[in-house]
């Protein structure tokens, strides 16, 4: 993936209200900015931090400007858009990185299925093979003191607990089913649930990989000019 037109620098002075950030440009000028990122951002936008934003030119948008990457006090380089792993997960996916996704024929995004009226993010069709739901999750909690230990999530997430009941109903009817941990930040080199902020999900987890559910982790690579997942990093239930 690569961005075009090219990102822009800028110095955060807040983030608020979930979707905005304030910012200061290299002119001194001040602007707001969409912060397409839900989460609670642990980390990840703290005032003062070097960050840059990419430019749409839709021009039904309040802010054209998205912010896409903050550089951190400890050198460490995040993709803080949420929609971007999607977007890395299909390029991986159809350019054949991520071994244990492959020999399907057809690729489909934003699939309804299951019972609580969800979208899977990604669905891989085969005429030898079973169907494979594949559910995407970024992550960006990172905890410093225990040497790369990276975290999902980073905020209790209903949402994320209804798509582990809907991957363990997929298993349970015949079909494969697939977590796929997309990792943007640099300093993390493993992952584990986060049971200390939703224990909830973390059972759902562990019941669901009980099931079959399989759990991948992949790790991008991250500059100002692109990013690709180039990575498989462990996974530590």
Not at 40 to 57: F, N, Q, V
Not at 153 to 178: F, I
Request: aromatic share 8%; with cysteine.
């Amino acid at each position: 993936m690569h961005f075009q037109p090219e990102l822009q620098p800028a110095i955060l002075i807040k983030r608020y209200k979930r979707f905005l950030a304030d910012i200061t440009l290299p002119d001194g000028s001040e602007r707001t900015i969409h912060c397409a990122n839900t989460g609670a951002m642990t980390g990840c936008a703290d005032p003062g931090s070097t960050i840059w934003y990419s430019t749409s030119d839709n021009p039904k948008r309040k802010y054209p400007n998205s912010w896409e990457l903050v550089e951190t006090a400890k050198r460490h380089t995040i993709c803080i858009n949420t929609a971007r792993a999607n977007q890395l997960a299909i390029e991986a996916i159809e350019a054949g990185v991520i071994d244990e996704l492959q020999g399907y024929e057809q690729l489909q995004a934003e699939v309804k299925y299951g019972n609580e009226n969800s979208r899977i993010d990604i669905l891989l069709k085969s005429n030898a093979q079973p169907k494979c739901y594949i559910e995407v999750k970024s992550v960006t909690l990172l905890d410093e003191a225990q040497h790369g230990q990276g975290y999902f999530p980073d905020a209790v997430t209903t949402r994320g607990q209804k798509h582990l009941r809907e991957l363990t109903e997929m298993v349970n009817t015949g079909s494969r089913a697939v977590l796929l941990f997309v990792v943007l930040h640099s300093g993390i080199e493993k992952v584990s649930p986060a049971h200390h902020i939703d224990a909830n999900y973390s059972k759902l987890l562990k019941h669901a990989q009980r099931q079959g559910v399989e759990v991948y982790c992949y790790k991008a690579e991250m500059n100002k000019d692109g990013m690709a997942l180039n990575e498989s990093i462990e996974f530590i239930n």
